[in-house]
């Protein structure tokens, strides 16, 4: 994974251990997903649990590993809306000099 966006600098991993943040998200999705696929198909079609559960458990241990780039971006969106950067911090001049204005040069 890149650590800064190639367009504005953006520093993705702000501290050691960010991204453990994203698991919460990952988890989250599985278990919904499991649950809301699950009650239907065992309390409506009357599918039985035997033939069901391989399949979900296939699924916990699949989908997480799909899923988690995009947990780590719903974790990044979570983190900016609740602790927006500080100057100190991830501002997009942080690490790409590319887009900024050239600073002038002593002589
Ligand atoms: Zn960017």
Redesign the pocket.
Known sequence: MPTH??????KYQREPGYFLGSIYFNYGVTAFLVTATYVPLFFVWEIPSRVLMPIMLAFCVLFPLWFFRYARALWMAWDYLADPPTSGDST?SAGVTAHQPDAPTRK
């Open positions: 966006c190639p367009e504005c600098g953006w997009p």
